[in-house]
Nanobody
Framework: QVHLVESGGGLVQPGGSLRLSCVAS????????MGWYRQALGKQRELVAR???????YYSDSVKGRFTISRDNAKNSVYLQMNSLKPEDTAVYYC???????????WGQGTQVTVSS
């Protein structure tokens, strides 16, 4: 079965840290550009960070310098280390996989991140 499963979300105070994990099943992450998106209540889903087809990294301006995307292809996993969290980072975070030289795309079910005191 082909799917992505996220974990690691939760409630954290402003300034805190969380690490999200995404494990892929049924695909090899080496063949996919992996990334993280988020969707806050009442807003559109937006790109947070991702690997490109050539495995360079891209970050949205709102998280640059605070978040770090990484991957472990041996574990078929991608991670998002989130530091210096702000209330505006509150959202459901989704893992995404796009086939590097094809059209197949997968989404995870999402994990809630809430930043609040």
């Amino acid at each position: 079965q082909v799917h992505l499963v996220e974990s690691g979300g939760g409630l954290v105070q402003p300034g805190g840290s969380l690490r999200l994990s995404c494990v892929a099943s049924g695909i090899s992450t080496t063949g996919y550009a992996m990334g993280w998106y988020r969707q806050a209540l009442g807003k559109q889903r937006e790109l947070v960070a991702r690997f490109t087809n050539i495995d360079s990294t891209y970050y949205s301006d709102s998280v640059k310098g605070r978040f770090t995307i990484s991957r472990d292809n041996a574990k078929n996993s991608v991670y998002l280390q989130m530091n210096s969290l702000k209330p505006e980072d509150t959202a459901v975070y989704y893992c995404n996989a796009v086939q590097k030289y094809g059209y197949h795309e997968l989404w995870g079910q999402g994990t809630q991140v809430t930043v609040s005191s």
